[in-house]
Each structure stands twice: as structure tokens, then as C-alpha cells.
């Protein structure tokens, strides 16, 4: 088993920056893939940006935006945010399982999941 638990969302004014946190206890998960994924009121969780084996994977509409990474010794995984748009407004969610690549943006490929921390951006 793997308890993710993620941390740093809030309210911001559009064009600032976050830095979620997700932190891992459990079972290690090193090995496998480590994904943020988001949902918004009334819509589909959707995939924001994973890392697998020291490669990372964004969604078309954070790329160059956001910024994964992870540290296997604190068993830490983070997402840092920059010029955030009202668009971005969402509860944002920690997962981690064993994804292979071509699935690694399919939400049912990861098996652990966070209780979530809102994002707001404001106009």
C-alpha cells in the first residue's frame, strides 16, 4: 500500500505560481510512475503531467507551464505551477502505480490516489 498526501494548493491571481507537494508513505514507489491529475466542478479528472523513470509527460495545455519532479529519497513528488491561468482553477490530485508509457495519462492505470488539494486562480 501507498499513502499519498498532497499539500500547497490555495488562492492565486492569475499569472502567479504554486508548488504542490505529495508526499508518499507506504510501500515505495520509486520504480513506478507518479502522475497529477486534476478535476474541476462538473468535469472529468484529467491528466495534467507524470514522471516515470527520470522522463516527464505534460498535458498540451500546461507544457511549458508546469514542472514535475520527484525525489525518490524523500519519497517526494511535486508540481510547480507557473503562470497560472483561471483555467487552471481545480482540485489537483497525487497518483502513483505502475503506468508504462502509453497508458502513463490514463487516470484507471494508477492504483494509489491523494484526497486532492484545490487550486484557485482568480482573474
Known amino acids: 500500500q501507498v499513502q499519498l498526501v498532497e499539500s500547497g494548493g490555495g488562492l492565486v491571481q492569475a499569472g502567479g505560481s504554486l508548488r504542490l507537494s505529495c508526499a508518499a508513505s507506504g510501500r515505495t514507489f520509486s520504480s513506478g510512475s507518479a502522475g497529477w491529475f486534476r478535476q474541476a466542478p462538473g468535469q472529468e479528472r484529467e491528466f495534467v503531467a507524470a514522471?516515470?523513470?527520470?522522463?516527464?509527460y505534460y498535458a498540451d495545455s500546461v507544457k511549458g507551464r508546469f514542472t514535475t519532479s520527484r525525489d525518490n529519497a524523500k519519497n517526494m513528488v511535486y508540481l510547480q505551477m507557473n503562470s497560472l491561468k483561471p483555467e487552471d482553477t481545480a482540485v489537483y490530485f497525487c497518483?502513483?502505480?505502475?503506468?508504462?508509457?502509453?497508458?502513463?495519462?490514463?487516470?484507471?492505470?494508477?492504483?494509489?490516489w491523494g484526497q486532492g488539494t484545490q487550486v484557485t486562480v482568480s482573474s
Open positions: 514522471v516515470r523513470l527520470g522522463s516527464t
Open positions: 497518483a502513483a502505480g505502475n503506468s508504462i508509457v502509453s497508458t502513463i495519462r490514463n487516470p484507471s492505470s494508477y492504483a494509489y
